[in-house]
Each structure stands twice: as C-alpha cells, then as structure tokens.
C-alpha cells in the first residue's frame, strides 16, 4: 500500500496531529510514493503554510476532486475507519474501490513514546500531581466546586484539562465513573484527573481525609502498584500485566475491579497499549496510566492511579 488519508474534522484526531505534526480543522493529509500534502480549506491555507513541513494544497467546495489528483485510485487507499465520518468513507468508496483501515497500525505506532513525548508527558502528570494535592489539602464546600477549582488552576497554569474531574466523597466513591454534584465534600475524598499540555495527556488519582481502615486499604494498592513496577521487566503483554495484577490482588486480599489496571496514554487520554486480560499489546516502549482500586458497594471505594514509562529495562513514574 503506497496511498494513505487522514482526516482531521471538527475535533482533534490524534493520528492525524501525529503523522502531520499540525492540527488544522478539516484538512486531509495525503501520503503517496511521490508526495506528502495537506489539504486544507482555503481560508486555512496560510495558517497551514506556517505550521506543516511539506506542500499545502487548498480546496473549495468539492474536495474529494482534489484528493483523486493526489491519490492515485489503482492503488489501494489506506484510511483511518475509527475517526473517518461515514459520510467521506461512502464518497471515497465510490471511487477507490481498495480501501484498507490502518487505524490499528497508526495507533500502535503512536504507542512507542520518544523523548520529546514523554518530556511533555511528564511535565503534564507533574502538573496534574500539583493540582490535585493543592485542592486534595484544602478542599472546596462541595464536590462540584472542588472539581471547578481543579478546572481553574489548570487554565491558570496554561494548560487544559484533559477529560472532565472526577471528585467524589464518601459513598460516591464507590462508583468508578462518576460525576460531580454539590454533595459536601467527606471521608473519603477520591480525585481522577489529567491535565493536557502541548496535545500530550496525563492521568493521576488520588484519595484524601482517609480514616485508619482505609489508609490500610489504601496502602495495599500502593503494593500493587509497586509490585507490577518492579515486576514489569518480566512482562511482555498487557495481558501479562492483567495476570499480575490479578495475583498481587488476591496477596493483598483484595477483589479486582470491573475495570482494567490501566490503559495506554499519551495524545489519547486512553490508546495503546490495553492492559486487559486478553491483550497483546507489547509494553516495551509504551506509556500508561496505573489504576489499582478497590469498591465497597454501599460504603466507599479507593484508587490510586499514576502514570508510567516502560523502556523494556524498567518502569519509571512520570
């Protein structure tokens, strides 16, 4: 396969900002054996020019006519199935009969982090640390509030959340996925948040005004984090790392959660590698977030979540 599209439309699409180096709305990158260009629409054109290291072509109304002058169609057309809107598939079908999705390659590259990735990776889950202990110490009346707070310290330091909070207190805890309300803020506190910097995301969890049965609790999923850090070098797959999490949970007498140990992160909150059972997804390389948690129904639940680079020798918090 020589041709490949990417589509960038009204929101970010992390595979094309990573192959192009530029995130400009509704534009085309177009890869062949002789040429690399960005198609983009005319009034973006000069804003492209400043960004994209290569030729900027500009488009009117119709597009897909400047796209098969480009792409040659005796040529299978790669293209990305999982950001691409049905509506450019159907025209591009109708006239490249080859098409091949290239949305699994795409994200498995991206999944290997380069210096300057994790660099940026980094200073986001620094960031995102600071900004949970500040308010985690002094929190705001409500859970609402506090996660309003988290969205404000973010922007006043440049930066932009990289998903919505999730600060929860008490029996709300319990709950994984759970939106904030005006509930007054109790024992136990729990905050999941990322901030984004420069496209790279980050993703930390942190539990507060723990009573001495859930510092214990808390203490074990410290373990179990541990344990696979230092284990890590052993593993090869995400689902290895599944399996050990599995075995560290029944050490520590806990129940694993419905939810998987962790996921992939980088300019996806969650991509590559997948850390559930059944992946084989290689770690060598990747970066992700590390959740080990723990759910009472009815009473509270506790995670405690960071993010980790694996270079194949060894893992290394960010």
């Known amino acids: 396969m020589t041709n490949w599209l990417l589509y960038r439309g009204d ?3 992390a595979n094309f900002f990573y192959q192009s180096g530029v995130d ?22 000069e804003y492209a020019e400043s960004l994209f290291n290569g030729e ?7 597009p897909m006519e400047s796209i098969s002058k480009t792409l040659k169609k005796s040529e299978t057309l790669g293209l990305d199935f999982r950001s691409l809107p049905a509506s450019i598939y159907a025209r591009l079908s109708s006239q490249y009969k080859k098409t091949k999705d290239i949305s699994e390659e795409l994200a498995e590259e991206r999944s290997l982090k380069g210096k300057k990735e994790l660099s940026k990776i980094r200073k986001a889950a620094k960031l995102s640390r600071r900004i949970i202990c500040a308010a985690g110490d002094y929190p705001e009346p409500t859970e609402q509030e506090t996660a309003k707070e988290l969205i404000l310290s973010t922007y006043s ?20 996925h759970y939106t904030p309300t ?5 024992s136990p506190l729990l905050m999941d948040y990322g901030v984004k910097l420069d496209h790279y995301n980050s993703d930390l969890t942190r539990c507060f005004f723990l009573s001495r049965e859930q510092r214990k609790i808390y203490n074990k999923l410290k373990r179990i984090s541990a344990g696979i850090v230092d284990q890590l070098p052993e593993l090869e797959t995400g689902g290895d790392l599944a399996k050990l999490a599995k075995a560290l949970y029944k050490k520590e007498g806990l129940s694993h959660p419905l939810h998987s140990i962790g996921h992939g992160i980088g300019l996806e909150v969650h991509e590559k590698p997948s850390l559930s059972a059944s992946s084989k997804d290689s770690l060598a390389g990747a970066t992700f977030a590390l959740e080990p948690a ?25």
Not at 56 to 62: A, C, D, M, P, R
Not at 182 to 186: G, Q
Not at 304 to 313: M, P, R
């Open 182 to 186: 005006f509930a007054k803020i109790s």
């Open 294 to 318: 723990v759910y009472f129904s009815g009473k509270y639940g506790l995670r405690y979540e960071n993010v980790l680079h694996f270079d194949g020798n060894r893992a290394k918090a960010l």
């Open 11 to 13: 929101e970010f699409n």
């Open 56 to 62: 900027v072509l500009s488009y009117g109304k119709k």
């Open 157 to 176: 330091a440049d930066a932009e959340p990289a998903f919505k909070p999730i600060v929860s207190s008490g029996l709300n805890t319990s709950y994984p």
């Open 24 to 45: 400009v709305d509704h534009s085309f990158l177009l890869v062949s054996r002789e040429q690399r260009a960005l198609l983009v629409p005319e009034m973006n054109k």
